[in-house]
């Protein structure tokens, strides 16, 4: 059984490969910008394409109010390749293929199969100031991180 976190706890750092394959780590934007880290069930499904494309359409913004977006499924580097460039994804996406940071995060499934739809927003401090959980509200992902990430502003 995973441990869920919450707000006010600090992330646990982690390290992954991108879509371009560099590693990406959580503490390389310690201090520098807060973090909207959004895990997401699979790439180039209708959901999904909605949630990232409501990311890439408000990026922006994010950027302005000194903040990364950044996806995590469990998809390959590949794939996220291909998805990030099919819609114009301007942010980092994240190979989580073991599910290993979901489940530091204790990401809860919907329904106990699909991996859940969870956007956390974190401090330049690395402690987590938000957390959204909902698999349906896809604009709300981007409505609520960025309500919060002006607010830190």
Do not use: W
Not at 25 to 44: C, E, H, I, N, R
Not at 67 to 96: C, M, R, W
Not at 113 to 133: N, S
């Amino acid at each position: 059984m995973t441990s869920s976190i919450k707000v006010g706890e600090k992330a646990p750092d982690f390290s992954l490969p991108s879509q371009s394959g560099e590693t990406v780590k959580l503490s390389d934007f310690l201090g520098k910008k807060v973090v909207v880290l959004y895990f997401y069930p699979k790439d180039d499904t209708p959901g999904c394409t909605k949630e990232s494309c409501a990311f890439r359409d408000s990026y922006e913004v994010f950027q302005e109010n000194g903040a990364e977006v950044i996806g995590i499924s469990s998809d390959s580097t590949n794939s996220h390749q291909q998805f990030a460039n099919k819609y114009n994804l301007p942010f980092t996406l994240l190979s989580d293929t073991k599910n290993e940071v979901r489940n530091l995060f204790g990401v809860p499934p919907t329904l106990f199969i699909l991996p859940g739809r969870v956007t956390y927003v974190i401090d330049k401090e690395g402690t987590v100031k938000h957390i959204f959980d909902s698999q349906l509200n896809f604009q709300g992902h981007v409505d609520e991180a960025l309500k919060i990430v002006r607010s830190l502003a």
